[in-house]
């Protein structure tokens, strides 16, 4: 037997690494319990960063695992691109300290990993990128499943969380078939911005974690030292500066009061809008009366003088 009351299963908390990149966070969702609250990367849980060749993903992914190591927790790089030498010389390239506790594996084989993930007790991976994965293959739906399944059942030995990186096809979907997706916990779309430097960190339609809509973005910017934030549209977030004790981005307070007005304006002219078709309703109604009675008494004329001049025929027909 598999199934139980839901009284017996125990509830539990969803637990986050802050990063301390504050879009990023703020992206990923918040955990809240009591007074306390929490922005970042879900525990156990498996994101995917998919985009074109050349966006930036790998530079933003290099980013967050440099100042997630930096905050003290454990960091694997898998990756499967680039030599480790080449991958150091991203890493240090903005001049600061690394300490001890971020690791890199070029290890291509899925047993390879995951054996590298449990030894190296990671808090976070970064798979760089799925797709050169050797049982990944060429994406077919069993070798992606099987693939899943395997990553998955280390972030719930460990509670780690899992990055997969990504390549889109062009038809704009991540390498692989629709499967990779559907298998993960949370997409994100990292697009170019026109011919800049600029690139954007989109929540994609999928986030068992957080929001999703299209105002959960943000966006990066390439530098000689790596990739830089370029917006703070947390601060516009009402639940992100309340949690955070800070002021809401005045420009967006602007927007929310015009906001209000706006949708007090809708709010009234919707009254009107039931008014008038009420009215008209009425209106209608004593139409369709008057037609219905109208109607009647004609139908009662007509039956009236139906019957008169039956009764004229019957009495010139006794008259002879």
Same mark, same amino acid.
């Given at each position: ?17 802050? %990063? ?15 007074? +306390? ?9 498996? +994101? ?7 966006? $930036?993903?790998?530079?933003? @992914?290099? !980013? ?42 070029? @290890? ?11 030894? #190296? ?17 060429? $994406? %077919? ?24 990186? %990504?390549?889109?096809? &062009? ?9 990779? #997706?559907?298998? /993960? ?9 026109? #011919? %800049? ?5 989109? /929540? ?13 973005? +943000? ?14 549209? +947390?601060? !516009?977030? !009402? ?13 967006? @307070? ?5 906001? =209000?007005?706006?949708?007090? =304006? ?5 009254? &009107?809008? !039931?008014? &008038? ?23 009662? =004329?007509?039956? =009236? ?13 006794? &008259?002879?």
């Amino acid at each position: 037997m598999t199934f139980q009351s839901i009284n017996q299963v125990k509830t539990k908390i969803v637990r986050r690494m802050n %990063s301390g990149l504050n879009e990023i966070d703020w992206l990923y969702g918040v955990t809240t319990v009591g007074e +306390s609250s929490t922005w970042g990367l879900p525990e156990a849980g498996i +994101s995917l960063w998919a985009g074109e060749s050349g966006v $930036g993903k790998s530079r933003l @992914a290099v !980013e967050l695992a440099r100042v997630v190591a930096r905050k003290g927790y454990v960091v694997l790089y898998l990756q499967n691109e680039v030599i480790k030498e080449t991958f150091a010389t991203w890493v240090k390239q903005d001049g600061g300290l690394m300490p001890n506790n971020l690791f890199v594996s070029d @290890a291509t084989k899925l047993s390879e990993q995951l054996r590298d993930i449990r030894a #190296s007790k990671a808090q976070l991976v970064i798979v760089d990128s799925i797709n050169m994965v050797s049982e990944f293959n060429a $994406g %077919s739906d069993k070798n992606i499943k099987r693939v899943i399944e395997g990553y998955r059942q280390a972030c719930k030995e460990t509670g780690c969380h899992i990055i997969f990186i %990504s390549q889109l096809t &062009k038809d704009g979907e991540a390498r692989g078939s629709a499967t990779l #997706s559907h298998l /993960v916990d949370i997409v994100f779309h990292l697009n170019k911005q026109g #011919s %800049s430097d600029l690139f954007s960190f989109t /929540v994609g339609n999928k986030h068992r974690y957080g929001r999703t809509g299209d105002n959960f973005f +943000s966006f990066w910017g390439h530098s000689a030292k790596g990739v830089v934030c370029c917006s703070d549209y +947390s601060t !516009e977030d !009402e639940l992100w500066c309340k949690t955070h004790g800070i002021p809401i981005n005045p420009r967006i @307070a602007q927007y929310i009061a015009a906001g =209000a007005a706006f949708q007090a =304006a809708q709010v009234e002219e919707e009254r &009107k809008e !039931e008014a &008038k078709f009420r009215r008209r309703n009425i209106y209608t109604g004593i139409a369709r009366g008057v037609i219905q009675g109208v109607g009647s008494l004609l139908t009662m =004329a007509g039956a =009236a003088f139906a019957g008169l001049m039956t009764y004229e025929a019957f009495r010139d027909e006794n &008259k002879s």
